[in-house]
């Protein structure tokens, strides 16, 4: 016998309905007095200091700051006033933290090509969502390894910097030879080629126009 979506979804009753009104209430409550606190405290306010400046009595701000009562619209409008801030800051949700460290690559989890007819090993260090916007590479080369490149996207821009030995860049039949330390950028929109006379390495960014 099919199962109706009605038999399947508990009808909230009145007292229900009530007891999650009151718990959003006292989380507003409590969300309001830590925000009021915070926001004093970093004014360098004393709860005397600003019950004079937004006219809302010292036992009053006490009571909203231990959560004990909640202001009323009109207080709480002086109060934003007198500390400066937006009416819904005091209100609103706190937002999940931002992470300030995205993501740890280590070395053996590293992307890596190698690319014996080129005698080269590139990994890739970019993200994947990066590809065809900014894309950076780590690149080793044997000694006489050949990289040899069609023509990317029109604009793009190649950044090289040698990290150890000597290379000979070409693009579009320009030529430059770098060495250790030297930094080089090359259109890549055309062909172009990276050859290392002994053993190298480079950090290469490709940037798409």
Same mark, same amino acid.
């Given at each position: 016998?099919?199962?109706?979506?009605?038999?399947?979804?508990?009808?909230?009753?009145?007292?229900?309905?009530?007891?999650?009104?009151?718990?959003?209430?006292?989380?507003?409550?409590?969300?309001?007095? +830590?925000?009021?606190?915070?926001?004093?405290?970093? &004014? $360098?306010?004393?709860?005397?200091?600003?019950? &004079?400046?937004?006219?809302?009595?010292? +036992?009053?701000?006490?009571?909203?700051?231990?959560?004990?009562?909640?202001?009323?619209?009109? +207080?709480?409008?002086?109060?934003?006033?007198?500390?400066?801030?937006?009416?819904?800051?005091?209100?609103?949700?706190?937002?999940?933290?931002?992470?300030?460290?995205?993501?740890?690559?280590?070395?053996?989890?590293?992307?890596?090509?190698?690319?014996?007819?080129? $005698?080269?090993?590139?990994?890739?260090?970019?993200?994947?969502?990066?590809?065809?916007?900014?894309?950076?590479?780590?690149?080793?080369?044997?000694? $006489?390894?050949?990289?040899?490149?069609?023509?990317? &996207?029109? $604009?793009?821009?190649?950044?090289?910097?040698?990290?150890?030995?000597?290379?000979?860049?070409?693009?579009?039949?320009?030529?430059?030879?770098?060495?250790?330390?030297?930094?080089?950028?090359?259109?890549?929109?055309?062909?172009?080629?990276?050859?290392?006379?002994?053993?190298?390495? @480079?950090?290469?960014? @490709? &940037?798409?126009?």
């Amino acid at each position: 016998m099919p199962i109706r979506l009605a038999d399947q979804v508990e009808v909230m009753n009145d007292s229900g309905l009530e007891r999650l009104l009151v718990n959003e209430r006292l989380e507003i409550t409590t969300r309001l007095a +830590s925000r009021l606190k915070d926001e004093r405290a970093a &004014k $360098g306010l004393s709860l005397d200091a600003l019950a &004079k400046l937004s006219g809302v009595s010292r +036992s009053m701000l006490s009571e909203i700051e231990r959560g004990e009562s909640s202001p009323t619209v009109a +207080s709480l409008w002086n109060l934003t006033r007198a500390l400066g801030v937006d009416f819904s800051s005091l209100l609103d949700e706190d937002e999940e933290p931002t992470q300030s460290i995205r993501e740890i690559l280590r070395a053996e989890q590293t992307p890596m090509i190698r690319n014996r007819a080129a $005698g080269c090993v590139i990994r890739i260090l970019s993200a994947p969502d990066e590809v065809g916007r900014t894309e950076v590479y780590d690149i080793y080369f044997e000694q $006489g390894g050949v990289l040899e490149s069609a023509a990317h &996207k029109s $604009g793009c821009v190649e950044h090289l910097t040698v990290l150890e030995g000597v290379l000979q860049i070409a693009s579009a039949g320009e030529s430059a030879e770098v060495s250790m330390g030297d930094t080089i950028r090359y259109a890549a929109d055309v062909q172009h080629e990276m050859r290392a006379r002994n053993e190298a390495r @480079v950090l290469l960014v @490709v &940037k798409n126009g």
